[in-house]
């Protein structure tokens, strides 16, 4: 009796031509085969090496695309790049605006989104220095300036969120968080939120103080108190 009698064996999974395609290629790209830079082979230099018809290296090429490792640019060779912070953000914008539409996701973007800068402002609260204090005052100027204009509120309220975030020197969580901003604001109604505009103004003062006297526990439950009248607004 053969010893795989008695075992239980899953059936092997077809796989697309272009998903085997996709894999090889990202697995060349990962073990710098293809460095960042590189021209990748040909369609038909593809083509002949994977056995695969034009359509299968097409949509596999597309899908390494959409995960930020090859550039596709009409009339140039497609060439090998890294995956970035934006790329995978982008990627995730569709699904999350879809989400949005959701009272039940919506809340927990605001969960979510709450956690995060909770985080990031107590981080800020303790490492800041006084150039980064004096751009926050900026920003805060800035948005206390504009509390009867919704538009240029928003862009100024999601400015100095956004200069809080750079006091960490962390590009990503910048992107993380104008992501997350951009989704929410696009799920809100304006007449709602321009009734709070002032109140934000309030918080953001608050906030800013605590900062400044770089006082980490200060700092989130002035970050907390702000968010959670946007969650119940929300």
Not at 117 to 138: G, H, N, Q
Not at 186 to 207: D, G, M, Y
Request: with cysteine; aromatic share 6%.
């Amino acid at each position: 009796m053969s010893t795989l009698d008695n075992l239980t064996l899953k059936p092997l999974k077809k796989v697309k031509l272009s998903d085997f395609v996709t894999d090889e290629i990202e697995r060349l790209i990962l073990d710098n085969t293809f460095k960042e830079g590189d021209v990748l082979p040909s369609e038909r230099e593809l083509m002949t090496a994977f056995g695969v018809g034009r359509p299968s290296v097409r949509e596999a090429l597309q899908k390494l695309s959409q995960k930020g490792l090859v550039e596709i640019n009409s009339g140039e060779k497609t060439r090998v790049t890294r995956p970035c912070t934006q790329t995978i953000v982008s990627g995730l914008s569709g699904i999350a605006i879809g989400l949005l539409s959701q009272d039940k996701e919506k809340m927990q973007f605001e969960h979510l989104r709450q956690l995060f800068e909770i985080s990031v402002v107590r981080e800020a609260a303790r490492v800041r220095t006084e150039e980064d204090v004096e751009k926050l005052s900026v920003a805060l100027e800035n948005n206390l300036a504009q509390v009867d204009n919704y538009d240029r509120f928003i862009e100024t309220d999601i400015a100095f969120h956004r200069t809080i975030t750079e006091i960490l020197g962390n590009p990503m969580v910048t992107t993380i968080y104008e992501s997350l901003v951009q989704w929410l604001i696009r799920s809100r109604n304006p007449e709602t939120f321009a009734k709070l505009h002032q109140i934000s103004c309030e918080h953001h003062v608050e906030i800013f103080k605590a900062i400044q006297q770089g006082d980490p526990d200060l700092a989130e439950r002035e970050m907390r108190h702000h968010l959670d009248n946007v969650m119940n607004n929300a």
